[in-house]
């Protein structure tokens, strides 16, 4: 099957994110006096922020929800010198654009965060297009974003591939009936991340890239 857009998740899957994700996020819930435990954000990220919030916290008024968001990406930006690629990332996007495939960036990160992302990344002359969370109203995983993102790239869901780290990309891809690809560097396991949709998953970014004429 030929492939001609791959569509990437960013944090966790491109760029080493989702643990100071779990950090600004658990700091802002104690900051609220809502203590909540890493290990239960670490299962939320990757997914709209409305339902991670209620996820763990419940349901809240807006006055609130908008107050641990503030917080959330005050304390993220604050941490940002940290944010470094993962192995193999920029490599592997390149790797598809000289095959002619149209790299996509699809991503429930907001604008002002994804700059962060793609300036860690440093991997733009790869890149087709860019999508973010501030394109649909709900992020993954409804597959929104997904779909903006094959319409960019131009391409229909029998002819793109989705990469990801997180259970709600390969949810996402699934329901936008786009093959997907799991990557264990985010920190979720082999087995949900097949359970989720996976086709086939691999350690990270570098060893998906030796893999590459496998998956093509």
């Not at 940290?82 to 095959?99: K, T």
């Not at 700059?115 to 790869?126: F, H, R, T, V, Y």
Request: proline share 4%; aromatic share 6%; glycine share 6%.
């Amino acid at each position: 099957m030929t492939v001609s857009a791959a569509l990437f998740d960013v944090d966790g899957t491109l760029v080493d994110s989702n643990f100071l994700h779990v950090d600004a996020w658990q700091r802002a819930f104690a900051e609220l006096g809502e203590p909540v435990d890493a290990w239960r954000i670490h299962r939320s990220i990757g997914q709209d922020s409305a339902k991670l919030l209620t996820s763990l916290v419940g349901e809240r008024d807006d006055d609130w929800t908008e107050r641990a968001k503030d917080i959330h990406s005050r304390l993220y930006k604050e941490m940002a010198p940290r944010l470094r690629p993962i192995a193999g990332a920029a490599e592997l996007l390149r790797a598809l654009s000289d095959r002619g495939v149209r790299v996509v960036l699809a991503t429930s990160a907001p604008d002002d965060e994804l700059e962060l992302l793609l300036e860690a990344l440093d991997a733009g002359d790869a890149l087709f297009a860019t999508t973010s969370a501030d394109d649909v109203d709900e992020a993954k995983p409804d597959p929104g974003i997904l779909e903006v993102a094959l319409d960019r790239a131009d391409a229909t869901p029998s002819e793109a591939i989705m990469v990801g780290d997180a259970i709600w990309d390969l949810k996402a891809a699934a329901r936008a009936h786009i093959r997907s690809i799991g990557l264990l560097s985010g920190g979720t396991g082999a087995d949900e991340l097949a359970d989720a949709g996976a086709f086939a998953v691999y350690e990270d970014p570098a060893a998906l890239l030796a893999a590459l004429d496998d998956v093509l």
